[in-house]
């Protein structure tokens, strides 16, 4: 038994083992509400709630992805049950991150705080475990907290069943919701719960997040790299986080640190540099120049959907500068520079149309089998569209005379009479229709417009085709009509022979034959080019008036 030896401690002596790698986007998460970013008013909000002791049994947190929605549950659970170092603390809105509870929570483990993802738990039977659970007292805290995330994924009978526990709960709970599409949760639960949309970062407040965060873990980065990464983040500290995260990896591979032009190569942006040229060529005409640099971007790999999303950014940028916003503190001094300079020499209608030009260009691009070619076919668009004057100035062109008018086409002239009319007689279809409008028969006067094709109008006999159906009554009521307002007595008949066009007829064709005219001239259809699918508007031709 001497010779038993157990040597248990020798595994100690050796070193630990490595901590698996966080990805940024947990390791930087929020563990106090001062490090929520860009959502004061809610922070304030709660602050004061808790201060005063008016603290609401359901929260309900909406918003885009990454913008701290799970994080600030968390922190409120945190909030509600911190004792502090000492342990006698009671609820704040600065936990102390130190004490037990605090510790528990943050490391997802405390008993009487509990998360439920209602994406994988929709059902009626989920819900009911939780009222069922909510009837008994916290174990090791001051609240039992239940943290439900993407709440709207719960089902009709799911939410009905938490409706009555959600309304009236046990003191000792409190309700955390967190929702992205806050459209999908039942009116009755949203009037249960204290709501708080929380807001997108915006990219200044982003891109000064990234720079603490690299600094944090000992790298370098270009202002330049972080402004782009959080415009590509579309206010989501996460999606930014994770690019940061890969911007990070690329970098330390090639032993530099995180560079603009890696970045743009990672993401497939366009350099915005290069676009600006491309924007300078568009409002210059030079179609040629245009093209090619757009093939360079394609051929560096850049998506031509980026590339006219960056035009539309430029356009939205220039349009601001104009109005006089101020300017993005995130952009480049460079790019500041330009949009000013070109709001300077732009007017408001150009821009809109650029905006508009681009914007169906971008969307043709991005369903199109073939999207460089789509993309070069907007640009020339564009190209050709900046030649031409705005609509308030081809409708002065028009209104002042100066695109010609059509050549008035001699009227077909009337079939020949075998008896000269009564000069007091209507001579042709127009005046008989004018008679009956002067004397009060509109409806018959309409009526004529719509079916009277002569084959024959030698006054006071008519003779009206009916290759065409025409009512039956039609010819016994214009000759009575006739009749009592000339005195003379008209013959009405009809034939089965080919006949004139009704006025209708005749006036449609009129207005067709005008349409085409106008969309021949150079500077109409050039417009029309430029803007597929407008339509041409306003009076109808009158030949009499031309």
């Known amino acids: 038994m001497d010779d038993l030896s157990f040597d248990l401690g020798e595994p100690a002596l050796s070193a630990p083992a490595s901590q698996p790698y966080r990805v940024l986007a947990r390791k930087y998460r929020p563990q106090r509400f001062s490090e929520l970013i860009g959502q004061d008013a809610m922070v304030t909000t709660l602050g004061n709630a808790i201060k005063r002791d008016r603290l609401a049994h359901a929260f309900l947190m909406t918003g885009v992805r990454g913008v701290g929605k799970t994080s600030t549950a968390r922190l409120i659970a945190k909030a509600l049950n911190c004792v502090g170092p000492d342990g006698a603390g009671g609820p704040t809105i600065d936990p ?37 659970a909510s009837r008994y007292a916290a174990v090791a805290a001051r609240y039992k907290i239940y943290i439900i995330d993407e709440v709207h994924m719960l089902s009709k009978s799911a939410f009905n069943a938490l409706l009555k526990t959600l309304e009236e709960p046990p003191a000792h709970v409190k309700f955390l ?14 009037s249960r719960c204290q709501r708080f949309d929380l807001k997108r970062i915006p990219a200044d407040k982003l891109a000064a997040h990234f720079a603490h965060v690299v600094a944090a873990e000992g790298f370098e980065a270009e202002p330049e790299a972080l402004a782009l990464i959080a415009r590509a983040a579309e206010g989501s500290a996460r999606d930014g986080l994770s690019i940061l995260d890969q911007a990070i990896s690329h970098a ?33 005409g030079d179609a040629a120049a245009a093209l090619a640099a757009l093939k360079r971007q394609y051929d560096l790999g850049v998506d031509p959907v980026s590339v006219l999303r960056t035009l539309l950014e430029t356009v939205h940028g220039i349009t601001l500068a104009k109005v006089g916003t101020a300017p993005d503190r995130a952009q480049p001094v460079e790019e500041r520079e330009a949009l000013a300079e070109w709001a300077s020499r732009m007017s408001f209608p150009m821009l809109h149309r650029l905006w508009q030009l681009v914007l169906k260009g971008h969307d043709e691009t991005a369903q199109a ?7 070069e076919m907007a640009l020339l668009r564009v190209i050709h569209a900046s ?76 003779e009206l085709s009916t290759a065409r159906p025409i009512p ?38 009129e207005d067709a034959e005008y349409e085409q005219w106008v969309r021949s001239q150079p500077v109409v259809a050039a417009a029309l080019a430029a803007f597929p699918g407008a339509e041409l508007l306003g009076p109808k031709s009158k030949r009499g008036n031309e």
């Open 472 to 509: 039956s009554d039609f010819p016994r009521e214009l000759s009575e009509a006739l009749r009592g307002i000339t005195g003379e007595r008209w013959r009405v008949t009809t034939v089965d022979a080919p006949g004139e066009p009704s006025l209708r007829e005749a006036e449609a064709g």
């Open 252 to 284: 330390s591979i090639e032993g530099a640190g995180v560079r603009a032009d890696t970045v743009r190569e990672m993401l497939g942006l366009s350099d915005r540099g290069a676009v600006r040229e491309l924007f300078g060529f568009l409002t210059a």
């Open 96 to 132: 102390c991150g130190k004490c037990e509870p605090c510790r528990a929570i943050a490391e997802g483990r405390h008993i009487d705080v509990i998360e439920m993802d209602a994406a994988s738990h929709t059902g009626v039977d989920d819900v009911r475990e939780i009222i069922e």
């Open 369 to 375: 089998a073939l999207p460089i070619e789509a993309a």
């Open 387 to 462: 030649q031409l004057p705005d609509p308030g100035e081809l409708a002065r062109q028009l209104r002042e005379g100066r695109i010609a008018a059509p050549t008035s086409v001699a009227p077909a002239p009337a079939p020949a009479s075998e008896a000269s009319p009564s000069s007091s007689l209507p001579a042709t279809l127009r005046e008989l229709f004018d008679l009956l409008e002067r004397n009060g028969r509109h409806a018959l006067a309409v009526a004529t417009s719509n079916h009277a094709r002569p084959a024959r109008f030698v006054p006071p006999e008519i």
């Open 177 to 190: 919701f967190a929702t992205t599409e806050v459209h999908k949760v039942p009116i009755t639960v949203l």
